[in-house]
C-alpha cells in the first residue's frame, strides 16, 4: 500500500501554527547535525546547520526538537 498526501495545503497551517509558537523563525536552514544532550542519553538538545543562500552558521538549542522532512524526491 502507498498513501500519498500532497502538503501544500498544510503547510500555510503549520506555517502560521510556527509563527504564533516561535519567538523567531529561521528559514532555508540545512541542518547538517543534531546536538545529543550530554545528561540524557539518546535525547535531542538543538541542531547545527546553515543557510543555504548565505553560507552563514548557526547553532540552535532546544527543550523540543521535531524531525522532519519530506518532498525531497519531487
Known amino acids: 500500500w502507498q498513501i500519498m498526501i500532497h502538503g501544500e495545503s498544510y503547510k500555510p497551517i503549520v506555517a502560521e501554527a510556527a509563527r504564533k509558537a516561535a519567538t523567531e523563525v529561521y528559514n532555508r536552514i540545512?541542518?547538517?547535525?543534531?546536538?545529543?544532550?550530554?545528561?540524557?542519553?539518546?535525547r535531542v538538545a538543538g541542531a547545527v546547520g546553515f543557510?543555504?543562500?548565505?553560507?552563514d552558521?548557526?547553532?540552535f538549542?532546544?527543550?523540543?526538537?521535531?524531525?522532519?522532512?519530506?518532498?525531497?524526491?519531487?
Open 30 to 42: 540545512m541542518v547538517t547535525h543534531l546536538l545529543m544532550d550530554r545528561t540524557k542519553p539518546n
Open 57 to 59: 552558521f548557526h547553532v
Open 51 to 55: 543557510n543555504v543562500r548565505n553560507g
Open 61 to 74: 538549542r532546544a527543550k523540543a526538537v521535531i524531525v522532519s522532512a519530506g518532498g525531497a524526491s519531487h
